[in-house]
């Protein structure tokens, strides 16, 4: 399962995910991942999540960065929720969203486990072929 928490800068996404990671931690009978730009939320998460922050400067694109979920999956088999903060913060050039995030609705398919991400944009802002993924 894919879910896509969109909004404008400042409205809340960011707290309700942290919220999110912290009781997914509890109540998920696997590993929770969470990534971020930067480790500036190191204390906002309960120690039992993974804070994983991606390099200054983020991914070049989206190719770059399945990539970089792939490793991260292939080093842990016991992941079942990846939060991804900020996304379009992370990887530079914004083209392949729709991809992206069809790729990782396929990855839930094939595996258990769920990702949850934060997108800073409207909701009109965005292709409608994500519509289906929002919350």
Request: aromatic share 6%.
């Given at each position: ?64 960065f399945r ?65 289906k993924f929002?919350?």
């Open positions: 399962m894919v879910k896509l928490i969109v909004g404008k800068k400042g409205s809340g996404k960011t707290k309700a995910m942290l919220e999110s990671v912290n009781n997914a931690v509890d109540i998920e009978h696997g590993n929770v991942v969470f990534i971020a730009r930067e480790n500036r939320h190191t204390f906002d998460i309960n120690h039992g999540a993974r804070l994983v922050g991606v390099a200054e400067g983020g991914m070049a694109d989206f190719s770059e990539g970089f979920i792939k490793g991260i999956m292939s080093q842990n088999y016991d992941i079942t929720h990846i939060y991804i903060d900020s996304i379009l913060k992370i990887v530079a050039d914004g083209e392949g969203l729709v991809d992206f995030i069809n790729t990782l609705d396929s990855i839930c398919q094939g595996n258990d486990i769920k990702f949850t991400i934060t997108i800073s944009a409207a909701k009109e802002e965005l292709p409608e072929a994500i519509y929002i919350a």
